[in-house]
């Protein structure tokens, strides 16, 4: 079955950019949209964005200035970059792939802890 | 951006109690719906899409109801492996938003 693993620094400092990369294996990229959600220790999911494997994207309006998507359906992988980070950044981040009929998310990485500090 | 309430969000019960976990939509979402099980250091799991259709696998006890701006989520007999955090999704408009959660606990 289809699984999905988040990979990049566990460490970012304030000012620089955050990159993340979700490695999807057991399936085919191609032909779905996929998605990053983020999570603050002890506080709810927020939704950051999504890209398709065409390279379409649609970005949360609150971090669009700052977020970039892309997708290399030649490895299998899409990747999150999000500028300008500061400590309200620090959270877990999560891929996952949106469903095929509608815009949630079926299945999901385990999710990466990324911090924001110098 | 729409704006999703949940309530409660704490609710202490009993295994085999029935629970009854309400959503709310700042405007109307139609049925464009979804709810998620969390439990601590996990990844969301889908329960329900579509507001009240149930994903592959997810127990029967699991059921969505509603339309518009209110929303259910009901587990017919509370599951020791049920206590968990539960969130709803709108996916009516960009920004996809979450809910807060409700948090279900041991009575």
């Known amino acids: 079955q289809v699984q999905l693993q988040e990979s990049g620094p566990g460490l970012v400092k304030p000012s620089e950019t955050l990159s993340l990369t979700c490695t999807v294996s057991?399936?085919?990229?191609?032909?779905?949209?996929w998605s990053w959600i983020r999570q603050p220790a002890g506080k709810g999911l927020e939704w950051i964005g999504r890209?398709?494997?065409?390279?379409?994207?649609n970005y949360n309006p609150s971090l669009k200035s700052r977020v970039t998507m892309s997708v290399d359906t030649s490895k299998n992988q899409f990747s999150l970059k999000l500028s300008s980070v500061t400590a309200a950044d620090t959270a877990v981040y999560y891929c996952?792939?949106?469903?095929?009929?509608?815009?949630?998310?079926?299945?999901w990485g385990q999710g990466t802890m990324v911090t924001v500090s110098s | 951006d729409i704006q999703m309430t949940q309530s409660p969000s704490t609710l202490s019960a009993s295994v085999g109690d029935r629970v009854t976990i309400t959503c709310r939509a700042s405007?109307?979402?139609?049925?464009?719906l979804a709810w998620y099980q969390q439990k601590p250091g996990k990844a969301p799991k889908l329960l329900i899409y579509?507001?009240?259709s149930l994903e592959s696998g997810v127990p029967s006890r699991f059921s969505g109801s509603g339309s518009g701006t209110e929303f259910t989520l009901t587990i017919s007999s509370l599951q020791p492996d049920d206590f968990a955090t539960y969130y709803c999704?709108?996916?009516?408009?960009?920004?996809?938003?979450f809910g807060p959660g409700t948090k279900v606990d041991i009575k």
């Open positions: 996952a792939r949106v469903a095929l009929y509608g815009d949630y998310s079926d299945i």
């Open positions: 057991g399936g085919s990229i191609s032909s779905y949209y």
């Open positions: 890209i398709y494997t065409s390279g379409s994207t």
């Open positions: 405007q109307s979402i139609s049925s464009w």
């Open positions: 579509k507001a009240s």
């Open positions: 999704q709108q996916y009516n408009s960009y920004s996809f938003t």
